[in-house]
């Protein structure tokens, strides 16, 4: 197996020898030379691209017969992750006259759409692996062959299962600060819920002193290290994502440290939800409602997301894609990954 990346910019160690590629991690069509250095050199025999967006290099990928994991929206929504301007969830496909009310600047637009619009046909011809079934339902409308889509969710690791809480009980939000993850939302439900705990956040990101005004605490980005002791911490973890989330690995690692989580209804969270504290999307009131529930509970982790199972899922994924596609190179028995 051998390993290309864009850069060495916080890499962790890899198992495997690592090539750096410039311009790999590009958002716009960027031409990537080395890649076909690498391939010359290595001879892979599957080709496997971890959510890269730039267009040239998904065009290079699926002239090789590439599988290609897809963790987001940037394949099939222009947008903010099928969340409409209008601030209502998005059920459509993709479309010029959709998804235009969604941008002011025109120009902009017919950019961000035909930038978008290369992804998706790129992909259309490749072995796609994503993590829930929400996100095969919005591939399969979008044009990619139902067939070609297999859903391999991810599994909870790098947590400290005996982790002992490093702080007094709290209500957890963890993810980016950003607008599509609901931050603000979550701060107002908290507030709402009138429970006498501390909100602490574990994020970064651009609304950080939005959240500190409203009371919470911010950590910053942690490590699993301090987030395995803060989710003991944890009497609930709040979760009101306003893009339709792809899955969700906060909500299933807060379960499995047994912190109950209290979100919206949105995209792929009901895939591993237990049910009990998943309200509709966009109602805060009842969001704050299942928060002031969820509190004198404890939670356990979720069937179907065992490590071992999975592996096999994708392993299988492997097989399958090898046995029906030809060979990119006449010789090799490695596997080559592309990722940002």
């Not at 890899?14 to 991690?25: D, M, R, S």
């Not at 690692?253 to 912190?259: D, F, P, Q, S, V």
Request: charged share 20%.
């Amino acid at each position: 197996m051998r390993l290309a990346v864009g850069s060495d910019e916080g890499r962790v160690p890899a198992p495997c020898p690592v090539e750096i590629v410039p311009g790999l991690e590009a958002r716009e069509a960027a031409a990537t030379p080395g890649l076909d250095a690498v391939a010359r050199a290595f001879q892979p025999d599957r080709i496997h691209v971890h959510t890269v967006v730039n267009p040239a290099v998904l065009e290079w990928a699926a002239t090789r017969d590439a599988l290609i994991t897809v963790q987001d929206h940037r394949y099939f929504c222009p947008t903010r992750g099928k969340w409409t301007a209008a601030g209502q969830v998005c059920s459509v496909p993709m479309a010029p006259e959709a998804c235009a009310a969604c941008f002011d600047d025109e120009a902009y637009f017919r950019e961000i759409h035909a930038l978008t619009a290369a992804r998706l046909a790129a992909i259309r011809r490749m072995r796609v692996v994503v993590l829930s079934r929400y996100m095969k339902r919005e591939l399969v409308a979008a044009g990619v062959p139902e067939g070609a889509i297999a859903v391999v969710p991810p599994f909870v690791h790098g947590l400290d299962l005996g982790a002992r809480p490093d702080g007094p009980p709290c209500v957890l939000f963890v993810g980016r600060l950003s607008p599509t993850k609901g931050p603000i939302e979550a701060a107002l439900a908290w507030r709402l819920s009138r429970l006498d705990l501390p909100m602490v956040v574990a994020g970064a990101g651009a609304m950080r002193q939005g959240l500190e005004k409203r009371g919470a605490e911010v950590l910053g980005w942690l490590d699993h290290e301090r987030l395995s002791a803060l989710y003991k911490r944890a009497r609930a973890v709040i979760m009101p994502s306003r893009w339709q989330e792809p899955f969700g690995i906060a909500g299933l690692e807060a379960l499995t440290m047994g912190a109950p989580v209290v979100a919206w209804d949105s995209g792929g969270v009901s895939e591993w939800h237990p049910g009990e504290g998943l309200v509709p999307w966009g109602d805060v009131a009842a969001l704050a409602a299942a928060l002031h529930d969820a509190v004198g509970r404890r939670a356990n982790a979720p069937p179907g997301f065992d490590r071992a199972a999975l592996m096999d899922s994708l392993t299988d994924v492997y097989r399958q894609s090898s046995a029906t596609s030809r060979r990119v190179h006449d010789a090799g028995a490695g596997e080559a990954v592309t990722t940002p």
